[in-house]
């Protein structure tokens, strides 16, 4: 889920960026110091906007920086347990596939694309179930349910594991399929009990 926090800081300006604009060189440095880094409770942090300079610059005796008190809002992505998300293919291998969400990319395991039994066809990197005939590839879009997140402080460490296998996920036409058969199972006529007599 992405998110915006405000964040309240104190950043020391070296005296190297003494010749930009101080807005330009805060900038740069809160750049530097947050985005594409991971926060286990805000997420990764993807990017750096509204910054405002709330003092003065304070110089120390002996250090040649100035340190300004600053807030600014930072736009983070942090994949929660349960939560539905529309994603690409990006990649079918033998033992699942991946998805583009956004920052990072999740797994969805072989077991947990779909209830039927599935085959890799390794010429087309793709998987076909046996019984359903449902099929997938690299670039189609799916819906899918955030079922493990490992967060570790380095954003290539992240691992985040999907399921598609709950109904109303997949592919669009697989949740088409399912309600069509659904809606002509609920119009059959359900059979009468008959009591018999005694």
């Known amino acids: ?100 969400l956004g920052p990072i990319e999740g797994l969805v395991h072989l077991s947990q694309i779909t209830n039927d039994f599935l085959t890799y066809n390794r010429k087309t990197s793709s998987f076909a179930g046996k019984e359903s005939k449902k099929s997938l590839k690299k670039g189609d879009s799916v819906m899918a349910k955030i079922s493990t997140v490992s967060l570790k402080s380095n954003i290539h460490d992240i691992k985040v594991g999907l399921t598609m296998r709950p109904e109303g996920l997949g592919k669009e036409e697989w949740v088409n399929k399912e309600e069509k058969k659904k809606e002509s199972e609920d119009k059959k006529p359900k059979p009468k009990k008959v009591e018999k007599k005694k």
């Open 1 to 100: 889920m992405y998110k915006l926090f405000k964040i309240e800081d104190k950043i020391r300006v070296p005296p190297k960026y003494f010749s930009m604009k101080l807005e330009e060189a805060i900038v740069e440095l809160l750049i530097e110091k947050y985005e594409r880094k991971v926060d286990r409770e805000v997420g990764i942090l993807l990017d750096i906007q509204e910054v405002k300079v709330l003092s003065e610059g304070t110089v120390i005796p002996g250090d040649g920086g100035a340190y300004f008190l600053i807030e600014f809002e930072v736009l983070s992505y942090l994949p929660e347990i349960n939560e539905v998300i529309e994603a690409n293919v990006t990649e079918i291998v033998e033992f699942g596939a991946f998805l583009n």
